[in-house]
């Protein structure tokens, strides 16, 4: 998508594609954790189990692959919310270090 888009912007360098692309990957996360916090106090409000307990196992799976993407989108972010302070201050020899 962001090659796609990044041309019907006009983005020609790799620097502005990349501010794209931390972007959207920025906005996802943002949205991935509100997401999970609505759902988190609606169902502490019902008192319903946060982790798929006493449910049936189509909905505890559900509830499992979710924690999983969670989880995975976060190991994803984190690099970059390290990374990307180091790279605006022009400290490129500490992210080979970093990485």
Same mark, same amino acid.
């Given at each position: #998508?962001?090659?796609h888009? %990044?041309?019907?912007? @006009?983005? =020609?360098?790799k ?5 794209? /692309? $931390? %972007? ?5 996360? !943002?949205?991935?954790?509100? $997401?999970?916090?609505?759902?988190? !106090? +609606? /169902?502490?409000?019902? *008192? =319903?189990?946060?982790? @798929?307990? *006493? +449910? ?5 799976? /559900? !509830?499992?692959? @979710?924690?999983? +993407?969670? +989880? ?9 919310? !390290? ?10 020899? #500490? ?5």
């Amino acid at each position: #998508m962001v090659p796609h888009l %990044a041309q019907v912007l @006009g983005l =020609e360098s790799k620097a502005q594609r990349r501010v794209l /692309h $931390g %972007a959207l990957m920025g906005a996802a996360f !943002v949205f991935a954790v509100l $997401g999970y916090v609505i759902i988190f !106090v +609606t /169902h502490a409000r019902i *008192n =319903e189990s946060q982790i @798929g307990l *006493n +449910t049936t196992w189509d909905r505890s799976l /559900h !509830v499992w692959m @979710g924690y999983v +993407t969670l +989880t995975w989108l976060c190991l994803v972010c984190a690099p970059s919310c !390290v990374c990307l302070p180091l790279y605006f201050l022009k400290v490129r020899w #500490m992210l080979v270090a970093v990485i």
